[in-house]
């Protein structure tokens, strides 16, 4: 489709009305041609994070803008520039970054007021018009699809391992669930030589991680004390990082199954946000624990440099047609979610 003849689009809004949770509702408006420094892309693909379904039953904390277009995650093709952008052109592959104001460097409060899909309209639309600094070149080896499932989980995983973590080859990495952060950690584990141990609900989505690589698998509704499960595995000596996405009901057993000299990165709360973490507990084996919050366009960039380098394409779950958001959303909470659910526009 041409931008210059495209002049409306659909797109999905979350509605508010009293005190009801928000609803979905597919509108048509125009489409906005792109400022100075703006970019036009026809979204090709997005991902749905548990952030979203967060979003959408109004639970999710910080600013949300009233009228929503939801979902942080899309890749798209550029249909038109403004006329002083100079980072892409016309035809080029790009995704967007989650938070569209912080580029590199330390995290500010303010960049809280441009995360996509919360603060800001996000991804959820056929067109969408964005700051030239708020996108990233998708590496070439990934289509639309796996690339839209990488602004928000896979930037969380990469921070957590890597630039936080600094995983080292021979590492044992624990990763809770087999949502996507998880199950991208588990692959940016494996390209970083390292071993995961990986825990699920379901023996069949441990079958699944393992065919992906994992070295050891963990069934956390039959092992309720799936901590001693992780030292027995590690004979005794515990992970040397985590991905702590299971939040109150899993920290203090993911601080229990850390190694001295370990790191965790706290980024989740699939059981509610929160708990608590024992200075001792850090402190008595030299340990870390570094909250996160996904990262910037620089470690986008370079999450993307290793995933061409090592040649990783995300797993992708299932794959909605566009009118089949709301269906995207119900199949969260399923049970059914192995790694990423995509929407195709
Ligand atoms: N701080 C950040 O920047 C950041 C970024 C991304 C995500 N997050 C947060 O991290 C969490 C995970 O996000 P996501 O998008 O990867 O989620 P997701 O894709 O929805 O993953 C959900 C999966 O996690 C597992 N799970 C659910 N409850 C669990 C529990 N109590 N203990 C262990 N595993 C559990 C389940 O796997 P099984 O079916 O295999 O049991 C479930 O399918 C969410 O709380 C999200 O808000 C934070």
Redesign the pocket.
Known sequence: MNAQAQTTQRQWQLRKSGDAPPRLELVELPVRQPGEHEVLVRVHAVSL???D??VKMGRYPGPMRANLVPLSDGAGEVIATGPKATRFGKGDRVAAIFFQGWQEGRFKSEHLATALGGAVDGMLSQYVTLNENGLVAIPKHLGYEEAATLP??GV?AWNGLVTRGHTRPGDFVLL???????ILGLQLAQALRARAVI????DE?LARAKQLGAAVTIN?KTTPEWDKAVLAATDGGGVQQALE???K??LGKTLASLAPGGHVAL?????E?GGDIPAYALMGRNATASG???GSRADFEALNAFLEQHQIKPVIGRVFEFDDAPAAYDY?DS?A??G?VVIRL
Not at 176 to 182: D, F, H, K, L, R
Not at 199 to 202: G, L, P, Q, V
Not at 267 to 271: A, D, E, N, T, Y
């Open positions: 994070n548990r952030r379904v967060y928000c989980a969380t809770q669930g087999t949502g996507g952060v998880a825990t699920s609900s379901s989505k956390y996405v299971g939040g009901q899993t980024i989740g709360g699939l059981s946000f996160l919050y996904v969260m049970g979610l192995f990423k």
